[in-house]
């Protein structure tokens, strides 16, 4: 993933249409995936799910909630969200730092959902504007100034989305909505226990946390170019 400024101008003679159908192919382009890191990551993927499984076989309350296994989706958001402030701090020019806010507010809004602080040890003031109303305004508010911003110059931040979509950082970020919404399909759907719930959120928390350190360290090579 380069983002060089070429990439992002909107003068450009191909139209915003077709840098969208060539960065879906590019996704999926077999020639462009590389096997070897692939089977790695699956590899270590499938130790940590076992590693979870044999840890929920001797303790079962791991996969309840505020428990070790929401503990661990809310630690690799949140190491997520500070990753993707790098970026922003290292980005080279406003498309950039659009997206990255864009991305940083999604982690975000992850993780406000997923932790529930009305069960936790923390102070009043925190349980007040993590859940409800005084919630929904803030974090509303906060998609508003993303749209504004996106809004003063879409042309450039979408070819900037295009750039990065094809990249290793984006299919794992789409990986990572996958697992997301299959945790929420088995939850509403399916009923499932807790754990496998848990241990899909899980999965999906390691790869946010995955693509924003492969965002941040293209972000910090381009800007030292």
């Given at each position: 993933m380069r983002w060089q400024r070429n990439e992002m101008n909107p003068d450009q003679h191909q139209t915003l249409g077709s840098s969208c159908r060539q960065a879906i192919q590019r996704v999926f382009a077999?020639?462009?995936?590389?096997?070897?890191?692939?089977?790695?990551?699956?590899?270590?993927?499938?130790?940590?799910?076992?590693?979870?499984?044999?840890?929920?076989?001797?303790?079962?309350?791991?996969?309840?909630?505020?428990?070790?296994?929401?503990?661990?989706?809310?630690?690799?958001?949140?190491?997520?969200?500070?990753?993707?402030?790098?970026?922003?701090?290292?980005?080279?020019?406003?498309?950039?730092?659009?997206?990255?806010f864009?991305?940083?507010l999604f982690y975000l809004t992850v993780l406000v959902l997923e932790v529930d602080t009305r069960n936790m040890s923390v102070p009043v003031w925190v349980v007040r504007i993590s859940n409800g109303t005084i919630r929904n305004l803030w974090l509303g508010g906060l998609w508003v100034i993303a749209a504004a911003l996106f809004l003063r110059q879409p042309r450039p931040v979408l070819s900037c989305f295009f750039s990065w979509l094809p990249s290793a950082a984006g299919r794992i970020m789409l990986c990572s909505g996958l697992f997301w919404g299959a945790a929420l399909i088995a939850e509403k759907q399916f009923h499932v226990s807790?754990?496998?719930?848990?241990?899909?959120?899980?999965?999906?928390?390691?790869?946010?946390?995955?693509?924003?350190?492969?965002?941040f360290r293209q972000v910090r090579h381009d800007s030292c170019q």
């Open positions: 077999p020639r462009s995936v590389q096997l070897k890191p692939v089977l790695a990551w699956l590899a270590l993927y499938s130790a940590i799910t076992a590693g979870w499984y044999m840890l929920w076989q001797g303790n079962p309350q791991i996969a309840e909630e505020n428990c070790a296994m929401e503990s661990f989706e809310a630690l690799c958001l949140l190491v997520g969200i500070l990753l993707l402030g790098g970026a922003i701090h290292s980005a080279a020019g406003a498309p950039q730092r659009i997206l990255l864009g991305l940083t807790f754990f496998v719930e848990e241990l899909l959120e899980c999965n999906a928390a390691l790869l946010t946390v995955q693509s924003a350190w492969l965002t």
